[in-house]
């Protein structure tokens, strides 16, 4: 299997394709601006401002000219040193998934070959910067600990969720993301009991 970059930043890119694609780059908490979206989304522009702020954020969108707009949109209400830009070079053509190149005919991050990606990233000047968790909290502890696939799981992830200070909108593998670069198992398990005891 390919060598991923761990990273402790969160890393922001447009849509839900760039954020599968970065999967197989990036293991790393990665968050979409949903394109536009951003714009109206108040909640979502607030939690990617704490992110920066907690722990520095990555901007990751496509090269074309609403790449940008949403690059600096998000940009503009954040310290500069908690950003780090990472771009994508101009490459002509479309994706698989699209029946029509873009309006400007370039290919987005979902376009890119890991190799490209993982060349953008080293030009940003960021590598690997957490060890490898030996013991992460998975799937199973998140049902086991009531999360996911019982009755009351939705209320209780919501809780945990708001706990944490993270957003409703936020998905059980993006929720796994955050809490194996925050938190080793132990606070997580010992989190889940304070939360028992309520």
Excluded at 96 to 118: F, I, W
Aim: one cysteine or more.
């Amino acid at each position: 299997m390919d060598e991923k970059l761990k990273l402790t930043q969160a890393v922001i890119v447009e849509g839900k394709y760039d954020k599968s694609k970065l999967y197989e780059v990036l293991d790393a908490f990665i968050i979409e601006t949903n394109g536009f979206g951003i714009f109206k989304d108040k909640k979502r522009l607030a939690f990617i401002k704490q992110l920066a702020k907690e722990r520095g954020v990555i901007i990751l969108t496509d090269s074309d000219h609403a790449g940008f707009m949403i690059r600096n949109y998000i940009s503009s209400g954040i310290p500069k040193e908690n950003i780090i830009n990472v771009f994508i070079p101009d490459i002509y053509g479309k994706e698989k998934r699209k029946a029509t190149p873009s309006k400007e005919g370039k290919l987005g991050v979902e376009g890119m070959s890991r190799e490209v990606l993982l060349k953008a990233f080293k030009s940003a000047d960021i590598s690997s910067q957490r060890s490898e968790n030996p013991d992460p909290v998975t799937t199973y502890d998140l049902y086991e600990n009531g999360f996911s696939g019982k009755p009351d799981s939705k209320k209780k992830k919501k809780a945990l969720l708001k706990a944490l200070e993270l957003p409703e909108f936020l998905s059980t593998k993006a929720l796994l993301t955050y809490i194996n670069t925050t938190m080793t198992k132990k606070e997580f398990l010992k989190l889940c009991r304070n939360d028992e005891t309520e």
